[in-house]
């Protein structure tokens, strides 16, 4: 179990992690949402203890990080692919840290195979492209068998498959009853992944739920309607109490009535319904929606802002 | 899929410490070429720059002036590899810091370990160990072959307690055995010098954290500060430069020549290598006082 309480932490005058707290229980995937620049990585560094918070506090199985007696086989990390020296082969990396916490070799050959890099690892780190290094990551948080595991970002530089894989792999360790805590900033990944989420913004808790009810209480229940005469039902719906947007190629986009009401109302009318499909608001549009004000950097296409 | 096979080792007593933490240490130190290229230079620039130089004092002798004859310590010279061997082990000592810092290697390394001074601990312990080895095996082979190629060049060894001027009016190059007064302390404590001047750029590299910054200001200290200390006015400079690190390490390996143009330059071995192990102490020191508070 991961639990943050009141965690903050300020650089100069910028708040990079601004009063969290929040709990990440076991046996799920927890999702850690914020835009690019949210305070993400450095939540994720004050947990595992690298990073000394301003105020509040982090704990990993109820103690703070510094307080576990053999960090690596309670906690696994991936924070940055690159932490590795590029000179170094993945097998000495991983033996180097299976010795800090006592683990055996065998271990390392084994956690070697689960990643998929057996086949290189007497190959220099350096050598090493982007999802291989993501892997051989994986691999360093693997290698204590961790109930707890921390990934920022894990399907960065990875290919779909690799990407499958991962998805995989941490659903698999979630089932195994750990706790898993993993950072991004592509939604849709999160939707497919993750049952809880934790999403910030600006280092602020913006949402600790799950993924379902952050969908259902962020979307207002949206119907299109495609009908034999537009402006008609508009009227019709209008007067019912309905939220009508019509769209350019004459459908209308319904909300604060259901389609029901709609059907309904277009039989009694005489108007002939030739769509009525309820709009699905993606998690990527939710999470557009609520973080538009917290994110700091704002792309331009202004060409003299770029100038 | 199933993520563990291997029986793991019981996590009920103990903690991960200092012996674990050593052992990967000396893993990740010995599974990089650059150490192995810094170790190679050492033993060879070491004992091949000894060699040449005593080779060629050994060949001019007899046209030296009486100011060289003076000054010239078997001992010492067979241990100029020091010129180059000093500054390599600075290299490798900050190295095995700094590359974690610049890989991001470091925030692997500090999650493993519940308390961050065990780390540092670790990397004293392995640099310490690896440079008294093979900083002890270059000091003696290096003063082996000087004295070989001293003594091929009709170089006879002075009566014990020869007078300096007995050296100067003599018409070989002194030479010297292990066993002659001093001599055996004068080629252990080479190693040592280089040992505590590895710890020194160890704290240094945890204070600067920057490979090139740690190298450039233990190159500062060794060899620029001497230089600086020259435009200085005498009195401070005479009372300072027995306390230039360079100086402590000339102060380790002279026997013979102590009384001459080097007295007042030089503090004795014993005080040279306190003063040298308390600015090694005060760099780990401040080194772990950051390493301790500031952010991985």
């Given at each position: 179990?991961?639990?943050?309480?009141?965690?903050?932490?300020?650089?100069?005058?910028?708040?990079?992690?601004?009063?969290?707290?929040?709990?990440?229980?076991?046996?799920?995937?927890?999702?850690?949402?914020?835009?690019?620049?949210?305070?993400?990585?450095?939540?994720?560094?004050?947990?595992?203890?690298?990073?000394?918070?301003?105020?509040?506090?982090?704990?990993?199985?109820?103690?703070?990080?510094?307080?576990?007696?053999?960090?690596?086989?309670?906690?696994?990390?991936?924070?940055?692919?690159?932490?590795?020296?590029?000179?170094?082969?993945?097998?000495?990396?991983?033996?180097?840290?299976?010795?800090?916490?006592?683990?055996?070799?065998?271990?390392?050959?084994?956690?070697?195979?689960?990643?998929?890099?057996?086949?290189?690892?007497?190959?220099?780190?350096?050598?090493?492209?982007?999802?291989?290094?993501?892997?051989?990551?994986?691999?360093?948080?693997?290698?204590?068998?961790?109930?707890?595991?921390?990934?920022?970002?894990?399907?960065?530089?990875?290919?779909?498959?690799?990407?499958?894989?991962?998805?995989?792999?941490?659903?698999?360790?979630?089932?195994?009853?750990?706790?898993?805590?993993?950072?991004?900033?592509?939604?849709?990944?999160?939707?497919?992944?993750?049952?809880?989420?934790?999403?910030?913004?600006?280092?602020?808790?913006?949402?600790?739920?799950?993924?379902?009810?952050?969908?259902?209480?962020?979307?207002?229940?949206?119907?299109?309607?495609?009908?034999?005469?537009?402006?008609?039902?508009?009227?019709?719906?209008?007067?019912?109490?309905?939220?009508?947007?019509?769209?350019?190629?004459?459908?209308?986009?319904?909300?604060?009535?259901?389609?029901?009401?709609?059907?309904?109302?277009?039989?009694?009318?005489?108007?002939?319904?030739?769509?009525?499909?309820?709009?699905?608001?993606?998690?990527?549009?939710?999470?557009?929606?609520?973080?538009?004000?917290?994110?700091?950097?704002?792309?331009?296409?202004?060409?003299?802002?770029?100038? | 899929?199933?993520?563990?096979?291997?029986?793991?080792?019981?996590?009920?007593?103990?903690?991960?410490?200092?012996?674990?933490?050593?052992?990967?240490?000396?893993?990740?130190?010995?599974?990089?070429?650059?150490?192995?290229?810094?170790?190679?230079?050492?033993?060879?620039?070491?004992?091949?720059?000894?060699?040449?130089?005593?080779?060629?004092?050994?060949?001019?002798?007899?046209?030296?002036?009486?100011?060289?004859?003076?000054?010239?310590?078997?001992?010492?010279?067979?241990?100029?590899?020091?010129?180059?061997?000093?500054?390599?082990?600075?290299i490798l000592g900050a190295m095995i810091i700094t590359s974690e810092y610049s890989t991001g290697l470091i925030r692997t390394t500090l999650a493993t370990v519940p308390k961050r001074y065990t780390v540092m601990a670790a990397k004293k312990i392995v640099i310490a160990v690896v440079i008294l080895v093979i900083g002890e095996v270059t000091a003696f082979a290096s003063?082996?072959?000087?004295?070989?190629?001293?003594t091929a060049h009709g170089g006879t060894e002075l009566p014990a307690g020869a007078s300096i001027v007995t050296q100067v009016k003599s018409a070989s190059i002194p030479v010297v055995t292990i066993m002659s007064p001093g001599v055996l302390q004068a080629v252990v404590l080479s190693g040592v010098y280089l040992v505590l001047l590895s710890i020194l750029a160890l704290?240094?590299?945890?204070?600067?954290?920057?490979?090139?910054?740690?190298?450039?200001?233990?190159?500062?200290?060794?060899?620029?500060?001497?230089?600086?200390?020259?435009?200085?006015?005498?009195?401070?400079?005479?009372?300072?430069?027995?306390?230039?690190?360079?100086?402590?390490?000339?102060?380790?390996?002279?026997?013979?020549?102590?009384?001459?143009?080097w007295a007042g330059v030089l503090l004795t071995p014993w005080v040279a290598v306190l003063v040298l192990a308390i600015y090694a102490a005060v760099f780990l020191l401040a080194g772990l006082w950051f390493l301790q508070r500031r952010d991985a």
């Amino acid at each position: 179990m991961i639990s943050a309480v009141g965690l903050s932490k300020q650089y100069g005058k910028t708040k990079a992690v601004d009063d969290l707290s929040f709990e990440v229980r076991t046996g799920v995937i927890t999702g850690f949402l914020g835009p690019n620049g949210s305070g993400k990585s450095t939540t994720m560094r004050m947990i595992m203890g690298l990073d000394r918070p301003t105020a509040g506090k982090a704990f990993v199985n109820g103690k703070k990080c510094q307080e576990l007696k053999w960090p690596l086989r309670e906690v696994g990390a991936l924070l940055e692919a690159k932490s590795i020296h590029p000179g170094r082969s993945a097998r000495s990396h991983l033996v180097a840290l299976a010795q800090t916490n006592s683990i055996p070799k065998a271990r390392v050959e084994e956690v070697l195979d689960l990643v998929g890099l057996s086949q290189v690892a007497s190959r220099k780190a350096g050598k090493f492209s982007l999802g291989m290094n993501q892997r051989l990551g994986i691999a360093s948080a693997l290698l204590g068998d961790p109930g707890v595991l921390l990934f920022d970002e894990p399907i960065n530089g990875l290919d779909p498959e690799g990407i499958r894989w991962v998805r995989e792999l941490l659903q698999a360790l979630a089932k195994e009853g750990r706790t898993v805590f993993i950072s991004s900033h592509l939604m849709s990944e999160m939707a497919l992944t993750a049952t809880d989420l934790v999403v910030i913004g600006r280092g602020k808790l913006i949402a600790d739920t799950t993924v379902e009810n952050f969908i259902d209480s962020n979307t207002v229940a949206t119907v299109l309607v495609r009908s034999s005469d537009s402006s008609r039902l508009n009227e019709v719906l209008a007067g019912l109490g309905g939220s009508i947007t019509a769209q350019d190629d004459g459908s209308l986009l319904v909300t604060k009535i259901d389609g029901t009401q709609i059907g309904d109302a277009a039989l009694s009318s005489g108007i002939a319904i030739h769509e009525l499909s309820p709009q699905q608001a993606s998690l990527e549009e939710v999470f557009m929606e609520l973080t538009s004000d917290s994110v700091d950097f704002h792309g331009t296409t202004d060409a003299k802002a770029a100038s | 899929m199933t993520v563990t096979h291997t029986q793991m080792p019981s996590t009920d007593h103990g903690h991960a410490g200092l012996a674990g933490e050593t052992r990967s240490e000396w893993t990740k130190f010995r599974s990089v070429r650059s150490t192995w290229i810094c170790l190679f230079i050492i033993l060879l620039a070491g004992i091949g720059l000894s060699v040449l130089l005593t080779f060629i004092q050994a060949a001019r002798w007899s046209q030296s002036s009486l100011q060289e004859r003076a000054t010239f310590d078997p001992v010492a010279f067979s241990q100029s590899g020091h010129f180059i061997s000093q500054l390599v082990v600075g290299i490798l000592g900050a190295m095995i810091i700094t590359s974690e810092y610049s890989t991001g290697l470091i925030r692997t390394t500090l999650a493993t370990v519940p308390k961050r001074y065990t780390v540092m601990a670790a990397k004293k312990i392995v640099i310490a160990v690896v440079i008294l080895v093979i900083g002890e095996v270059t000091a003696f082979a290096s003063f082996f072959a000087a004295q070989i190629i001293l003594t091929a060049h009709g170089g006879t060894e002075l009566p014990a307690g020869a007078s300096i001027v007995t050296q100067v009016k003599s018409a070989s190059i002194p030479v010297v055995t292990i066993m002659s007064p001093g001599v055996l302390q004068a080629v252990v404590l080479s190693g040592v010098y280089l040992v505590l001047l590895s710890i020194l750029a160890l704290g240094l590299g945890f204070i600067i954290r920057s490979t090139a910054g740690a190298i450039s200001i233990y190159v500062g200290i060794l060899l620029v500060l001497p230089i600086i200390l020259n435009f200085f006015p005498s009195g401070f400079k005479n009372s300072v430069e027995p306390y230039m690190p360079s100086n402590l390490g000339i102060a380790m390996v002279v026997t013979t020549t102590r009384t001459t143009d080097w007295a007042g330059v030089l503090l004795t071995p014993w005080v040279a290598v306190l003063v040298l192990a308390i600015y090694a102490a005060v760099f780990l020191l401040a080194g772990l006082w950051f390493l301790q508070r500031r952010d991985a």
